[in-house]
Structures are given as structure tokens and as C-alpha cells.
């Protein structure tokens, strides 16, 4: 069965700082990779998608790389703003190229002014 | 589009009474989940369908939950009866079938269920 782990699980950063969040998954096999964004009481927002043939996936100043062999993923998000303060997520495909996501638990991001 | 639809937004009810969760797909999707989020356990999907038949429901925790999907714009979550642990945030979402590569997933705002 496919496990999706993000470290950290929180994360406090001063505005403007750059900083980098990893996603690992035990079964390489994925056809893709997505991150999503999530605030408080709030549903799940997608932010990126990596098909597996990509090694990366750029929208502003986000950045989403993929190392299938190594079974990682990384969100780059640059210049760091407080609006960005949110819990971030990533989820792929389960086991055998299921049609279901396996989710992590994300990584709760703080940006202070 | 108005994106995916989930309502009610929260509710609360005591243990032993039905809830049923309504969820309205983006138009033009043909898969639709149902995922639950707690604090313990994270995001787990309950059941999917794709052209409103059921595919998986391996994650519906027990027959106290049913899901339906009677047509491509609408699809219900059922609880009878509830119980306390049944509280959660439900989710729905729902994306379309690429020829070959998988869309990207679309959330509702989600329900909030309390069961006291």
C-alpha cells in the first residue's frame, strides 16, 4: 500500500524567506504527483500537478520537483509572503496506478511579518 | 463553473440520527470521491465512482455509511446511525478522465459533522 510522508510537520519561516517542503512515497509507480494547499476550514486547493514524465512543475513562485526513483517530491515556494501561511499537502496515486490519492499528512506553514 | 458543491457546510447531531451529505460534482466530471479528514488519520477516501457507478467503497468504514450517486450532477454520503468517532470533515471532489493522464482533483469546502 502506498504511505506518503511530509517533513516537517510545521514550519515557521519570517516573510521573504525561501524554504522547501518534502513529500516522500514508498511506491514509485505514480502517474503523477499533486500538491495542494489548504487553509483553516477550508477545502483543498490544487496548486500543482506533475505527470511522471516531468521532473518539475513551476506557477509563480511555487516550484514542484519529482524524483520517482527516489520517490520524492519537493515544493519550492520563493520569497515567502503571509498569505502563504496555510497547511500544504501532497497525495498520489496508491498502489498499482489507482485512480485513488494517497495523501500526506502536510506540512502546516507559518510566514510571520 | 461554481466549482464543487458539498452542503451542509456543518453539522451537528446527536448519536443514533441519520445524516445524509450532499455533494454537486463540477459539470463535465465523471469521477467523483468522497474523502473524510480527521486530525489522527488525515485525509482517507471513503469511495469513488466514475460515471456515477461505485468503483471502490474498500474505505467506507462500516455499513453504517452508504454513498449513491443517482445521476452525473449529484451524489449523497449517508451515515445511519451516527455515532461520536463519526465526527470529521467529509469532503467531495471530483475531476475529469484524460485520455491516458489524470486530471487534477477539485475539492468542495467540505461538511463538518459533530455527532454528540
Known amino acids: 500500500k502506498q504511505e506518503v510522508t511530509q517533513i516537517p510537520a510545521a514550519l515557521s519561516v519570517p516573510e521573504g524567506e525561501n524554504l522547501v517542503l518534502n513529500c516522500s512515497f514508498t511506491d514509485s509507480a505514480i502517474y503523477n504527483l499533486q500538491w495542494f494547499r489548504q487553509d483553516p476550514g477550508k477545502g483543498l486547493t490544487s496548486l500543482l500537478l506533475i505527470q511522471s514524465s516531468q521532473r518539475e512543475q513551476t506557477s509563480g513562485r511555487l516550484n514542484a520537483s519529482l524524483d520517482k526513483s527516489s520517490g520524492r517530491s519537493t515544493l519550492y515556494i520563493a520569497a515567502s509572503q503571509p498569505g502563504d501561511s496555510a497547511t500544504y499537502l501532497c497525495a498520489v496515486p496508491d498502489q498499482g496506478g489507482s485512480e485513488k490519492l494517497v495523501f500526506g499528512k502536510g506540512t502546516k506553514l507559518t510566514v510571520n511579518p | 463553473d461554481a466549482g464543487v458543491i458539498q452542503s451542509p457546510r456543518h453539522e451537528v447531531t446527536e448519536m443514533g440520527q441519520e445524516v445524509t451529505l450532499r455533494c454537486k460534482p463540477i459539470s463535465g466530471h465523471d469521477y467523483l470521491f468522497w474523502y473524510r479528514q480527521t486530525m489522527m488519520r488525515g485525509l482517507e477516501l471513503l469511495i469513488y465512482?466514475?460515471?456515477?457507478?461505485?468503483?471502490?467503497d474498500s474505505g467506507m468504514p462500516e455499513d453504517r455509511f452508504s454513498a449513491k450517486m443517482p445521476n452525473a450532477s449529484f451524489s449523497t454520503l449517508k451515515i445511519q446511525p451516527s455515532e461520536p468517532r463519526d465526527s470529521a470533515v467529509y469532503f467531495c471532489?471530483?475531476?475529469?478522465?484524460?485520455?491516458?493522464?489524470?486530471?487534477?482533483?477539485?475539492f468542495g469546502e467540505g461538511s463538518r459533522l459533530t455527532v454528540l
Open positions: 465512482f466514475n460515471n456515477n457507478v461505485p468503483i471502490d
Open positions: 471532489a471530483s475531476r475529469t478522465s484524460g485520455t491516458g493522464v489524470t486530471g487534477e482533483l477539485f
